[in-house]
């Protein structure tokens, strides 16, 4: 950039001392007092180029050829100043920092198993059947007693989970008792619930009971959507004394049929105050409530009492199908014997005053069964 800026300066003082002879010491007097650095240079000698041009442009003495030849090689000069400036600006320019690499995403990792994705693998290898079914069930129980043996709180529940659905296929149960009472004992929400279940389909004992109702005292909540029917599994299908305070407990809250597991009931023997429970709920203004201690507790009862029997009766003028329809089949079992008269007499009625044939075949059934020959004898052909 130095040379081709002195040949300029020197280009433009040549022209300048042709157009104008007082001009001719500034180059000498410019390179005598040059600064010191090249910048400083290149800055000075562009201004004395810049004064020295104007000069030529505002002259108006006669153009010379030779003038002219040196005005071309003043331009030529000036196109390679303008190429070195330009080489000039992509080195001072300020420097472009290159952009931040983007992390990388870390590599992903294989999520263990959810407990229901692992209770599904473990209960299809323990219902399989086939050519490898033993070695496969084999396998899997292994799998079920070492997670019940670990420290794994998923794997603890999928294997409880995995055993609630494997009661019905044959393999020693006695062993897993000991190691599912200790979840029976102190797990918390739905690994208590699974606990339960686990125990009731493997093996039973004494007490189990008594665990259950301490366990409803420890954690409600975990246990109540299923507390109606644990109660009636564990109690022999019986839900009487301290069981039965319990589910009046349950019958408190607010009725939600998916919350309160009323078909728990389902062909249970329960105490006084239980049945009277069921039965206000059978007679209350709620319908769906109504129902539902219809269809899943009442009609499903053992030794059905005379109020109970009185309700079913009183069911069979339902203009809803779902409702006389349970009550006809609520009155063919659990009807005490004393009440059974009483029965026959309210089903030749019926029979009698329906046309449909489904009907009055059931009807003829249940008093076949509970009227005497004078009694059936009322039956219309």
């Known amino acids: 950039m130095k040379k081709t800026t002195l040949l300029l300066v020197a280009s433009l003082a040549f022209a300048c001392r042709s ?3 007082a001009l001719t010491p500034a180059p000498q007097t410019l390179v005598a007092a040059q600064p010191a650095t090249p910048t400083q240079r290149a800055l000075a000698a562009l201004e004395g180029a810049t004064a020295a041009v104007r000069e030529m442009r505002e002259s108006t003495a006669p ?4 003038e002219r030849a040196n005005a071309k090689q003043v331009q030529a000069a000036a196109q390679r100043l303008k190429k070195e400036l330009g080489a000039l600006e992509a080195r001072v320019a300020p420097k472009k920092r290159k952009p931040a690499a983007k992390p990388q995403a870390p590599a992903p990792v294989d999520k263990p198993p959810t407990a229901e ?4 693998k473990w209960t299809d290898a323990i219902r399989a059947l086939g050519a ?8 899997a129980l292994g799998e079920v007693r070492a997670a019940l043996g670990g420290h794994e709180p998923a794997t603890q529940h999928a294997a409880l989970i995995t055993l609630q659905r494997v009661g019905d296929v044959e393999f020693d149960k006695a062993p897993f008792r000991a190691l599912i009472l200790p979840f029976v004992e102190t797990a918390p929400d739905k690994t208590l619930l699974a606990a339960f279940y686990a125990l009731n389909v493997t093996c039973k004992a004494d007490g189990d009971l008594a665990r259950l109702h301490e366990a409803w005292t420890r954690d409600p909540a975990a246990l109540k959507s299923s507390m109606l029917h644990l109660l009636a599994q564990f109690g022999a299908m019986q839900v009487v004394g301290r069981s039965e305070e319990i589910a009046l407990e349950v019958l408190k809250t607010k009725y939600d049929r998916s919350a309160i597991g009323l078909n728990g009931l389902w062909g249970t023997k329960v105490g006084p105050q239980l049945e009277a429970r069921l039965l206000a709920m059978a007679n209350g203004a709620n319908r769906d409530v109504a129902y539902d201690a219809l269809y899943y507790a009442l009609s499903t009862l053992q030794d059905k009492s005379a109020a109970v029997v009185d309700k079913l009766i009183a069911s069979l003028a339902e203009q809803d ?3 006389w329809q349970r009550a006809l089949w609520g009155l063919g079992h659990g009807v005490p014997e004393a009440l059974q008269a009483k029965v026959a007499d309210a089903l030749v009625e019926l029979h009698n005053a329906r046309s449909e044939p489904h009907l009055r075949g059931e009807c003829r059934r249940i008093v076949e069964r509970y009227g005497d020959e004078a009694t059936q004898a009322k039956l219309l052909k």
């Not at 153009?63 to 030779?66: A, E, G, M, S, W």
């Not at 994705?117 to 599904?120: N, Y």
């Not at 490898?132 to 396998?139: G, I, P, T």
């Open 132 to 139: 490898d079914a033993a070695e496969r069930r084999e396998h």
């Open 63 to 66: 153009i010379t050829d030779d």
């Open 117 to 120: 994705a692992l209770a599904k």
């Open 321 to 323: 199908p779902n409702a």
């Open 19 to 21: 157009a104008q002879p």
